[in-house]
């Protein structure tokens, strides 16, 4: 093929391209707006499903409410056949006795305005307000016809009704009577409209929907929010010409005719009807912000791709110039390609070999000589064994050659195998449907190899995160240092109730980003495989005391209790991380009272020997909380995961605790169940086999709180660069009586404890001109008594390599920060004992 032609089909195939980068394109474009509208349908579906519910919802709740509210006045009503029996002579009416039992009613139900006795010509003859001076009501002459024309007797309610004496709208709800004497009244209640309305919907206006009673004929009766102007209009469509089943509904609106999802119910009594509507309008309204930043989105996402169609056809323009030059370089590498493949061996159904290729020969060398059509694919594995196994006995070289033959002849699968001078081959064989075996063989030396390249830049990766984690915790955890330190300082002066609050909230809120720093530094050891437990001999039903006497305060302000429960017989002593064990706690007993409201939560200690000789100790957090569902339960140990987003939303927390405790007490060899109830609450068990001690325990120290105050002070050194922090640490040893000199690096440090006597130095690691560990290392060069002085390292680096970094340096002992007062004196106190 002549170059013209090479160029002619490479433009022709630049030209193909380029039409199928804009198609592409336009195919993009065309399924993001696809699935714009898609999504933006369904949005509107999902806010429109939400109003459905929220509507069925209201109309049923107002349902209930009026059902409740009409029958309590039907059943008051009826009732007044014994209640105006007082009233009743031999001669006729008591009205003065009459007026005193209506009046009675109405003062004992506040939601009527009026009781009255009508006769049977409509003549209102007792009124319960008339005792006040109002004027007597005045019931619509045709309502009180209709009354009159009852067969049945039940309780009637009249339109709207504007009063003379209040002007407000009223109800008018009447029974038949009958007198000792046979003779027909009727017992008529006013009820005004506006009760009506707060019954129907008193949270109506927060969503929007309004609810109104109606006559099956249209009529309105009452409606929420209230607007008085239109009760007792006719409105366009009768509610009986709905569905009335709860059901929301897209229809016209009930007062202003605008689209609307409606909702209709009958009550109890005949004729009257209860429907909640919100307009469509306002129901969409909530998710109109998410559907324009879709659009807006889909916008942009749009642009980018058109805008990578153009650069691709620039590109692609380039390409086809260069084409030409590049052809003849081309066909020369194709034709080294075609040189180039995997090895290939065909046989028959009776294992002789059919075809073989250049390759296959290059891989197995060896097998050169035998190879030929026909040849028994065992006599290739014998030479195989031979040249693979020179040295092996004949046993051991026939029973290679048996297990070739059997994976061979299963025909089906692939298998990896390491030659003698190092290379890997990977050999994937198929059946063919004539029943021979088709074998590809494949030199992935160079993939195993970037394997292990690939594993150590994991690995690399994975201590850089390390490193980048410790680094982050430093700076964080200086700046929170100070934070929490002046914020304890302040917690402890005069303040007003008001910033004594606010105070407590920042020193609450800093504690929360602390615990969150931990689990982080918590979850990437365990990531990284550097978990690991420091086990000593544990008074194990003192340390579960010491965590939950810590958190009784929490509990008692949250009023809950908060029991230890210690079964008898528990060993005193038990190889265990305390540490990591008081972390499991500390999440467990922090999780009930964060999900506990009301009752009380009990911690259980129990054991029982194993027939190893080991003592499996459980530990049970039981509380009456909120509980936990139980299809949430599989995932309730699994990282940044909570029970459910609502308990998320309100309880707050990282998800981490949980997962850290879980991997915690797996290292520990044991296990954690849980069990819970919604709306009883949970029960968190953590089982360990635990060591019994071989030593006799040990009598514990005295707290260094209280000590110190009992003891000579210090003086102390103190090697701080940061200003805050400095006066937070002055203040703190001010605090507990120890007077200080402050320092800004290791070079100074040196210059003062060869200048002066010091009892104690504190120093910080992370400082400018010399670090607190090369100051360190300087000081244990000096002679004694120098070289003797106790240095505790005072740090935001919170690994456990980084505080075996400052011991191995020269360090006595360690404190992090954020400093915690309590343990800055108990460190004191370490190295005042030596």
């Given at each position: ?21 804009g ?7 065309a399924?993001?707006?696809?699935v714009?509208?898609?999504?933006l349908?369904?949005?509107r ?6 109003a ?17 509210s ?14 105006l029996?007082?009233a ?18 109405v ?10 006795l009508?006769?049977?010509q ?6 319960a ?5 109002r ?15 009852q ?46 309305a ?16 109606e ?39 009930r007062?202003?005719g605008?689209p ?15 429907s ?50 590049t ?21 028959d ?14 891989l ?22 031979l ?13 290679w ?18 030659l ?23 030199d ?11 594993k ?14 410790a ?5 964080i ?14 917690l ?14 920042i020193h ?16 990437s ?7 690991t ?64 409201d ?107 709180g ?22 937070l640490?002055?203040a ?19 210059r003062e ?29 000096l002679?004694?008594p120098?070289?003797?002085i ?8 919170a ?17 992090s ?16 004992r030596?």
């Open positions: 093929m002549t170059p013209t032609a090479l160029s002619t089909d490479g433009a022709a195939e630049t030209r193909r391209t380029r039409r199928a980068v198609l592409m394109a336009a195919v993009l474009v399924l993001v707006a696809g714009t509208a898609w999504l349908h369904s949005l579906e999902e806010a429109l499903r939400e459905r519910g929220a509507v069925e919802r209201q109309v049923a709740g107002a349902e209930a409410a009026l059902n409740r009409l029958l309590g006045l039907d059943l008051l009503l009826a009732g007044h056949d014994s209640t029996q007082p009743w002579t031999p001669t006729g009416l008591d009205e003065a006795r009459a007026r005193q039992l209506l009046y009675a009613t003062r004992q139900n506040l939601s009527l305005r009026d009781v009255a009508i006769d049977e409509g003549r209102v003859r007792v009124s307000q008339a005792l006040d001076g004027p007597p009501m005045q019931p619509p002459a045709d309502w009180l016809s209709g009354l009159r024309q067969a049945v007797p039940q309780l009637r309610v009249s339109a709207p009704v504007q009063t003379f004496a209040t002007a407000e709208r009223v109800l008018y709800l009447a029974r038949p009577l009958i007198d000792p004497g046979g003779r027909r009244w009727f017992i008529v209640a006013e009820w005004p409209a506006a009760v009506a707060s019954i129907l919907g008193p949270n109506a206006e927060e969503g929007g929907i309004c609810l109104t009673l006559r099956d004929d249209g009529l309105l009766m009452a409606v929420a929010p209230p607007q008085d102007a239109l009760l007792g209009s006719q409105l366009a469509r009768p509610l009986g010409t709905l569905k009335t089943g709860g059901e929301a509904q897209e229809v016209e609106g007062l202003r605008e609307a999802l409606v909702a209709a119910r009958p009550l109890l009594y005949q004729g009257l009807l209860v909640a509507g919100l307009s469509q309008a306002a129901a969409l309204q909530e998710g109109e912000l998410t559907r324009r930043l879709v659009v807006a989105v889909a916008a942009l996402f749009s642009l980018a791709l058109i805008g990578a169609a153009v650069a691709a056809d620039h590109y692609l323009r380039g390409l086809a110039r260069a084409r030409a030059e052809q003849r370089t081309k066909d020369s590498l194709e034709r080294a390609l075609s040189a180039m493949g995997d090895g290939f061996l065909l046989c159904a009776q294992d002789r070999v059919v075809v073989w290729n250049q390759r296959y020969e290059e197995f060398p060896w097998l050169k000589p035998v190879l030929a059509p026909g040849v028994d694919f065992e006599r290739l594995a014998l030479t195989g064994a040249a693979l196994m020179p040295d092996a006995s004949q046993a051991d070289q026939q029973g050659v048996q297990m070739r033959l059997a994976v061979h002849r299963q025909r089906e699968g692939g298998y990896e195998q390491e003698p001078d190092g290379r890997v081959i990977h050999a994937v064989e198929r059946r063919t449907p004539e029943g021979g075996v088709v074998s590809v063989f494949r992935i030396t160079r993939n195993e190899r970037e394997l292990a390249r690939a150590q830049a994991a690995e690399a990766a994975n201590e850089a995160k390390s490193r980048f984690l680094a982050m915790s430093h700076e955890r200086t700046p929170l240092n100070a934070v929490l330190g002046m914020n304890s300082l302040l402890n002066t005069p303040l007003s109730d008001e910033q004594r609050r606010c105070a407590e909230l609450g809120s800093g504690q929360t980003l602390l615990a969150l720093i931990n689990d982080i530094l918590d979850l050891k365990v990531e990284a495989g550097h978990l437990l420091e086990l000593a001999d544990v008074d194990l039903a003192r340390t579960v005391d010491e965590v939950a006497s810590l958190l009784r305060l929490r509990a008692q302000a949250k009023g809950l209790a908060l029991d230890l429960v210690v079964a008898p017989g528990l060993p005193e002593r038990l190889r265990a991380d305390a540490s990591r064990l008081r972390q499991v706690l500390f999440n467990l007993l922090g999780n009930a009272l964060k999900f506990t009301h009752g009380r939560i009990s911690v259980e200690l129990g054991h029982q020997w194993l027939p190893d000789g080991r003592c499996e100790v459980s530990i049970a957090v039981r509380d009456t909380g909120i509980g936990i569902v139980p299809e949430l339960l599989p995932r309730l140990f699994t990282r940044f995961t909570q029970g459910d987003s609502g308990a998320s939303r309100r309880y707050g927390g990282s998800g981490l605790g949980l997962a850290i405790s879980r991997e915690i007490v797996h290292l520990m060899g044991g296990r954690i169940d849980v069990q819970s109830a919604p709306g009883v609450g949970s029960c968190f068990t953590v089982l360990l086999p635990l060591q019994p001690s071989t030593e006799a325990a040990d009598a514990l120290p005295q707290g260094a209280g000590a110190s105050a009992l003891r000579a002070p210090l003086r102390i050194l103190v090697a701080e660069d940061n200003a805050v922090n400095q006066i640490i002055q703190m040893l001010d605090q507990l009586g120890h007077p200080c000199t402050i320092v800004a690096d290791g070079l100074e440090v040196l404890v060869q200048a002066e006597p010091y009892d104690l130095v504190l120093m910080d690691v992370q400082m400018p001109r010399m670090d607190g560990e090369s100051a360190t290392r300087a000081i244990r060069a002679p004694p120098l070289s003797r106790p240095i505790i390292a005072m740090t935001a680096n690994m456990v390599e980084d505080r075996a970094a400052h011991l191995a340096a020269g360090m006595d002992d360690h404190v920060k954020p400093l915690d007062l309590g343990l800055l004196a108990a460190a004191i106190e370490r190295a005042r030596g």
